[in-house]
């Protein structure tokens, strides 16, 4: 122990560092010695944005490791943000850190390690959002069928707005709000996701309206280049849109995690156009379809209902039967009422003949004080009872005749009708019954006018001719 005590207390021409000042020169020593490097390794520890918005993990490989940090304004600038277990290839500088003494890698760019570890990635990416419930169809919404606004999310310079216009203006032209983004790029996703939140957050009946539909349109192009549409942020952004969202980002082969959580996936950003909206002929055609079938069902409900009435119609009875019974009945108590009244007058005569003859001079004599007072009585008693009699006959026989009088022909003839007569008197119904050269006589409401038939021989000749017996008719009555 002496022997090494004295080989310490020999003077030697070693520099002394301070701990600070070594630490420092070895940083200084290796950022100079490396400078700006890439490296290929596997993310290991991310655990997202620290707090400060910084970032810390390790990269690593089969056989070591090194710390990896990347500062707040280089992450918001980042395409591809670091994802755990993903293999990338991060661009930086080699420095270390004092107050641990470790070197690390401050990383200004990242970028996936080829299309392998992209796929990776996708795949790791499908299978969190699937099992979070994003891609089941029991969420997705019916599209409206002829919406009045669509909203499209694209690059307002590409060929695929035109397109979309195009389309649309083709098979039905609506009103279309156009909300530019960057299609591919650091931007893209944010740009994107915002649109469509920015097309939900607009108010119904607005200066500018809300849409009834979102298409988000792309053209096509390499996994990178529309990696955005397949950042989480789009993908949770068309899960949350309240209004139904078309997908159509690349061709027809291509698809990105929005296609699986959209509405509809369309093939292409044309396809998502007819799909959008119906061809506006076609409407045409089918609403004139429907007009024709309503107008024939119409018209097949008026001939039913016409033809129900006319059934009705015919078992309702008709007006001449219904005034043949008091017709008859008038006729018979009209013909009774004459003889009625001869017979009464004849039976009172008959009465008073009998009360006559039995009168003797000497009754009289002897009843004259005693009957006179009886006989004024009675007198005067038979006189109000023939005034009551004759009364009660007479407003019978009014009422009667005024009944006659309104069911007379004259009250026809009022109405402007005329009744024809032969020289006979007797009442012609049929001009086949009248002949030429025939004195006639037309009843008016207020007279009679003499006349003459006149017209063609031949066709009068081939008419039928009067029949005995219809001539021997006395005149009925016109109702």
Not at 425 to 430: E, I, T
Request: hydrophobic share 45%; glycine share 8%; charged share 25%.
């Amino acid at each position: 122990m002496a022997d090494r005590s004295a080989d310490l207390s020999v003077p030697t021409n070693l520099v002394e560092y301070s701990v600070s000042e070594l630490a420092f020169a070895l940083k200084r020593t290796l950022e100079e010695a490396y400078g700006l490097v890439r490296l290929r390794g596997e993310i290991s520890g991310f655990k997202g944005q620290h707090a400060s918005g910084h970032a810390y993990f390790v990269l690593k490989d089969e056989k070591a490791c090194i710390e990896a940090v990347i500062w707040r304004s280089s992450f918001a600038r980042l395409r591809f943000k670091p994802e755990q277990g993903l293999e990338v290839i991060a661009t930086g500088r080699i420095s270390t850190y004092p107050d641990k003494s470790k070197y690390q890698i401050v990383i200004d760019q990242l970028e996936p390690a080829g299309i392998g570890a992209l796929m990776a990635l996708l795949e790791q990416r499908k299978r969190m959002l699937a099992a979070e419930g994003l891609f089941d169809e029991a969420r997705k919404r019916p599209l409206p069928y002829l919406p009045r606004i669509v909203g499209v999310v694209t690059s307002p310079t590409g060929a695929v707005i035109r397109d979309i216009l195009h389309r649309l203006a083709d098979r039905f032209p609506c009103h279309v709000l156009v909300w530019p983004v960057r299609v591919q790029g650091e931007t893209c996703a944010f740009e994107v996701a915002a649109a469509i939140g920015g097309f939900n957050g607009l108010v119904a009946g607005a200066s500018v309206p809300r849409p009834d539909l979102i298409i988000v349109a792309r053209g096509g192009g390499s996994l990178e280049d529309m990696w955005g549409f397949n950042e989480e942020i789009v993908a949770r952004a068309v899960a949350a849109s309240a209004i139904p969202l078309i997908s159509a980002v690349g061709h027809e082969t291509d698809w990105t995690i929005i296609d699986l959580v959209a509405d509809f996936r369309a093939p292409t950003p044309t396809a998502a156009a007819e799909h959008a909206v119906p061809v506006r002929a076609d409407l045409h055609i089918k609403v004139t379809s429907f007009g024709l079938r309503v107008a024939s069902r119409l018209q097949r409900l008026v001939e039913a209902q016409r033809s129900l009435l006319l059934a009705v119609a015919r078992g309702l009875p008709r007006k001449i039967d219904i005034l043949a019974l008091p017709r008859q009945r008038f006729d018979g108590a009209g013909a009774r009422l004459g003889r009625a009244l001869k017979a009464n007058a004849h039976a009172h005569c008959e009465r008073l003949a009998r009360s006559a003859s039995r009168l003797r001079p000497h009754l009289v004599r002897n009843a004259a004080r005693g009957g006179r007072d009886r006989l004024i009585g009675l007198e005067r008693s038979g006189d109000r009872a023939l005034v009551a009699l004759i009364g009660r006959a007479r407003h019978r026989l009014d009422a009667r005749t005024q009944l006659l009088s309104s069911l007379g022909h004259h009250n026809v003839l009022a109405r402007g009708f005329a009744l024809v007569r032969d020289a006979e008197g007797r009442m012609l119904r049929r001009a086949a019954e009248v002949s030429a050269g025939e004195r006639l006589d037309i009843e008016f409401a207020d007279g009679h006018v003499p006349a003459h038939a006149d017209g063609d021989e031949r066709k009068r000749a081939a008419s039928p001719k009067r029949s005995p017996a219809r001539d021997s008719e006395k005149q009925g009555t016109l109702l």
